[in-house]
Antibody
Framework: EVQLVESGGGLVQPGGSLRLSCAAS????????ITWVRQAPGKGLEWVSV???????YYADSVKGRFTISRDNSKNTLYLQMNSLRAEDTAVYYC????????????WGQGKMVTVSS | QSALTQPASVSGSPGQSITISCTGT?????????VSWYQQHPGKAPKLMIF???KRPSGVSNRFSGSKSGNTASLTISGLQAEDEADYYC??????????FGTGTKVTVL
């Protein structure tokens, strides 16, 4: 089955770190652009970061310098390392696939909740 | 990069047509034909409904259509059905971001 499955969410204190994983099956992550999108409780979608198939990475200003996106081709898995977490990072985090620039995010993971609170 | 502007809510009766607007700038919607639309039901992941302004992925009903004029993109749902009640988000490629989402629109079927 072609799908994305996220793991690694949970509760973390402000200033702490957490790593999200996004495991792909049925396709090769390195041949696609993979994006992280988050949604704070009761709020809209916010683009967070992208790792292009060509290895370029980009980040939203709100997470730049704190979050790092990476990929392990041997595990067909994408990661989002989140450091110096703040309360405003509390959200459901989704990974999503785009097969080509501008073709839209055609496959999404189920989402993982990250809660930053003391 | 500021979020694209969408109306907070749009409503219509079954069978009617509704249109959701998505207003950006010359740095995003106005510069690229790379606008996509997503449907999100409560507690679910978003679903791609339109890409590249007006193209439908396989499996998406032809009741959904997209267009663009200048800095504003639009999603039209014709023959509104109860199952269309959901939140809808536009998304555009952007010069600086590289992606930016809209503020979201809640569609209510009366």
């Amino acid at each position: 089955e072609v799908q994305l499955v996220e793991s690694g969410g949970g509760l973390v204190q402000p200033g702490g770190s957490l790593r999200l994983s996004c495991a792909a099956s049925g396709f090769t992550v390195s041949s696609n652009d993979i994006t992280w999108v988050r949604q704070a409780p009761g709020k809209g979608l916010e683009w967070v970061s992208v790792l292009y198939s060509g290895d370029s990475t980009y980040y939203a200003d709100s997470v730049k310098g704190r979050f790092t996106i990476s990929r392990d081709n041997s595990k067909n898995t994408l990661y989002l390392q989140m450091n110096s977490l703040r309360a405003e990072d509390t959200a459901v985090y989704y990974c999503a696939r785009s097969q080509q620039l501008g073709h839209g995010f055609d496959m999404w993971g189920q989402g993982k909740m990250v809660t930053v609170s003391s | 990069q500021s979020a694209l502007t969408q109306p907070a809510s749009v409503s219509g009766s079954p069978g009617q047509s509704i249109t959701i607007s998505c207003t950006g700038t010359s740095s995003d919607v106005g510069s690229y034909n790379l606008v996509s639309w997503y449907q999100q039901h409560p507690g679910k992941a978003p679903k791609l409904m339109i890409f590249e302004v007006s193209k439908r992925p396989s499996g998406v009903s032809n009741r959904f259509s997209g267009s663009k004029s200048g800095n504003t993109a639009s999603l039209t749902i014709s023959g509104l059905q109860a199952e269309d009640e959901a939140d809808y988000y536009c998304c555009s490629y952007a010069v600086s971001s590289p992606y930016v989402f809209g503020t979201g629109t809640k569609v209510t079927v009366l």
